[in-house]
């Protein structure tokens, strides 16, 4: 099972640091992704870390403002984000799975998901 949090509200340029805590499984043997759906639109990836290279993958247009980072210890992950601008509102869900790199950056790649965590961006 997978609780993601962290999520509110914040002015555009601000910043939020979403975690995703995970009990049942041990993220350290899974992909971590994190996905984001705004209303009327598909949930779209974020960002991820491989566990078979341990390298972090961002979208596009996210990349330089959003860092993936972990606890083993607390068996969390999280999700750094800065310069949040108003398109980045959105519902922020995370993941975990063994997806192959083909589909690493696609929902059907993941097998666990948490509840969502809203984050709204005021102009």
């Known amino acids: 099972q997978l609780q993601a949090s962290g999520g509110g509200l914040v002015q555009a340029g601000g910043s939020l640091r979403l975690s995703c805590a995970a009990s049942?499984?041990?993220?350290?043997?899974?992909?971590v992704g994190w996905f984001r759906q705004a209303p009327g639109k598909e949930r779209e990836f974020v960002a991820s870390?491989?566990?078979?290279?341990?390298?972090?993958r961002y979208a596009d247009s996210v990349k330089g403002r959003f860092a993936i980072s972990r606890d083993n210890a607390k068996n969390t992950r999280y999700l750094q984000m800065n310069s949040l601008k108003p398109e980045d509102t959105a519902v922020y869900y995370c993941?975990?799975?063994?997806?192959?790199?083909?589909?690493?950056?696609?929902?059907?790649?993941?097998?666990?998901w948490g509840q969502g965590t809203q984050v709204t961006v005021s102009s």
């Open positions: 993941a975990a799975g063994r997806p192959i790199l083909t589909y690493i950056r696609q929902t059907n790649g993941y097998t666990y």
């Open positions: 049942g499984l041990t993220f350290g043997q899974y992909t």
């Open positions: 870390v491989s566990r078979s290279d341990n390298i972090a």
